[in-house]
């Protein structure tokens, strides 16, 4: 965590540190692998089974926990800005903490299939199940990671606007998930082609 104990203890900055932070491993754990593959032509995926479910496990389970603290600190600042004093009352530590505990369990088990079912197959780390393969393509992405999330900003968005009437912190928002979304759009889309480094 960090030193700034301002970081800890105010909920909207306390989340948006762990998206942060969850981005920064989801970033390791991929340029990493990248840079062995392409740089060193390393693939240890492809060899240990163990770093083949791991990795599978971190995709699925690291972004999902960013986004998900991204779109609470979201939601946080509209409890923060709501004239309801019942509501500001919603946005305390205690609670945060909570939710993350809470978000943490739902990550783990969501992601836990891939542990069981990630096999290394012709030289490939794939996960081996149709089935989940479909889900975590289809509904994984397209709902926890692109329209829920984005609805959720969306709607939040709009009320905390109403709330303080600042039009910046809705574009803001549209602007910090749109690249995110985009990806996962561009991604699925083309997970059936066959592409090049660059692509």
């Not at 840079?35 to 083949?52: A, E, K, V, W």
């Not at 079912?117 to 199940?129: K, L, P, R």
């Not at 574009?171 to 991604?187: E, K």
Request: proline fraction near 3%.
């Amino acid at each position: 965590m960090s030193t700034k104990r301002s970081y800890r203890t105010k909920p909207s900055t306390f989340f948006m540190m762990l998206s942060a932070i969850a981005g920064c491993i989801h970033l390791i754990n991929g340029t990493l692998a990248r840079i062995l593959t392409i740089g060193f032509n390393i693939d240890l995926t492809r060899t240990s089974i163990g770093l083949c479910k791991l990795r599978q496990f971190i995709y699925i389970v690291v972004p999902g926990f960013a986004i998900t603290c991204y779109w609470l600190s979201t939601i946080n600042q509209f409890l923060v800005t709501s004239r309801s004093a019942r509501l500001r009352q919603l946005s305390n530590m205690k609670l945060v903490y909570r939710t993350i505990v809470i978000i943490i369990i739902f990550w783990i088990v969501h992601g836990t299939p891939t542990l069981i079912f990630a096999n290394i197959e012709s030289g490939a780390c794939i996960i081996d199940n149709s089935i989940l393969s479909m889900y975590y393509v289809y509904v994984h992405f397209w709902s926890f990671c692109t329209i829920i999330p984005i609805s959720i900003l969306i709607i939040f968005g709009i009320l905390a606007y109403r709330n303080m009437r600042l039009l910046t912190n809705v574009l803001l928002i549209l602007i910090g998930v749109a690249p995110y979304a985009l990806f996962n759009i561009y991604s699925t889309s083309t997970a059936q082609w066959n592409k090049d480094i660059e692509q």
